[in-house]
C-alpha cells in the first residue's frame, strides 16, 4: 500500500506570496490532519479533514486555510505569507473513525521557507 | 487542557546501552489514547504504538517496550540494547476519543536521543 505523499517537498517564498501545499492519504483512509514543525513552537494541529468537512481545527490565523476532495486527498493553503511561517508542513492520514483515535501515518512533508 | 510533557531534551548513549524516553501527560477526559512517533534525520514522523486509557498493559515490541501508568500519567518508552540506527527525534503525543477531536493530536516537545557507536 502507497504511504501519504505530499507535494511540493520544498518551497521558497516571499513575504506576502500564498501558497498551496497537497497530501494524498493512503487508500482507503478518510481522515487528512495537518500539523505545522518548527524549532521554537514544535509539532502543532492546524486542521483535520474528514469527508470533504473540517471536523477540528487548531490555533490559527484564518490565513491558514484547507479543504478535502471527494477522494480525500486534501490541500492546505497559506495566503499572505509571514516570515514565521517557515515550517516544516506535514500531513496525516488515518481512517477517521468516530470515537477512535485512530493511528496516524504520517508524510514526508514540505518544507517551506518564507524570505 | 491537553498538555504532553517530555522533559528530556537530549539523550545520549553508547550502543547497547539501554536508554527509557520519559512521557507525562495531563487530561481532563476519562478516555483518551497516547501515541509514541519517531522522526529521523529524514523528517517523516514513524508510528510506533497507540494505546488507549482503559488498557494498561505494558507493551513488549522487540527491543521497544512501552509502560504506561495512569496512575502518575506517564508512558514511558524503553529502548533495550540501543543501535545507532535508533537515533532520532521521538515525540509522545495525545488525542482525545470524543468524536471532534480523534483527529488532532497534541505533542509534546520531543526527546532527541543520540547513540554512539
Known amino acids: 500500500k502507497a504511504g501519504v505523499t505530499q507535494t511540493p517537498r520544498y518551497l521558497i517564498k516571499t513575504r506576502g506570496q500564498q501558497v498551496t501545499l497537497s497530501c494524498s492519504p493512503i487508500?482507503?483512509?478518510?481522515?487528512v490532519s495537518w500539523y505545522q514543525q518548527t524549532p521554537g513552537q514544535g509539532l502543532q494541529f492546524l486542521f483535520e479533514?474528514?469527508?470533504?468537512?473540517?471536523?477540528n481545527k487548531g490555533n490559527f490565523p484564518g490565513r491558514f486555510s484547507g479543504r478535502q476532495f471527494s477522494n480525500s486527498r486534501s490541500e492546505m493553503n497559506v495566503s499572505t505569507l509571514e516570515l514565521g511561517d517557515s515550517a516544516l508542513y506535514l500531513c496525516?492520514?488515518?481512517?477517521?473513525?468516530?470515537?477512535?483515535?485512530?493511528?496516524?501515518?504520517f508524510g514526508p512533508g514540505t518544507r517551506l521557507t518564507v524570505l | 487542557a491537553q498538555k504532553v510533557t517530555q522533559a528530556q531534551t537530549e539523550i545520549s548513549v553508547v550502543e547497547k546501552e539501554d536508554v527509557t524516553l520519559d512521557c507525562v501527560y495531563e487530561?481532563?477526559?476519562?478516555?483518551?489514547?497516547l501515541f509514541w512517533y519517531k522522526q529521523p534525520p529524514s523528517g517523516e514522523l514513524v508510528f510506533l504504538i497507540r494505546?488507549?486509557?482503559?488498557?494498561?498493559q505494558n507493551e513488549i515490541s522487540g527491543r521497544y517496550s512501552w509502560n504506561f501508568q495512569k496512575s502518575t500519567s506517564s508512558f514511558n518508552f524503553t529502548i533495550t540494547a540501543s543501535q545507532v540506527v535508533d537515533s532520532a527525534v521521538y515525540f509522545c503525543?495525545?488525542?482525545?476519543?470524543?468524536?471532534?477531536?480523534?483527529?488532532?493530536?497534541?505533542f509534546g516537545q520531543g526527546t532527541t536521543l543520540q547513540v554512539k557507536p
Open positions: 496525516a492520514s488515518s481512517l477517521g473513525l468516530r470515537g477512535v483515535a485512530n493511528e496516524q501515518f
Open positions: 487508500s482507503g483512509h478518510r481522515s
Open positions: 479533514y474528514f469527508s470533504e468537512t473540517q471536523r
Open positions: 487530561t481532563r477526559d476519562t478516555t483518551y489514547y
Open positions: 494505546r488507549n486509557s482503559f488498557d494498561e
Open positions: 503525543a495525545l488525542s482525545e476519543a470524543w468524536s471532534g477531536n480523534t483527529g488532532k493530536l497534541i
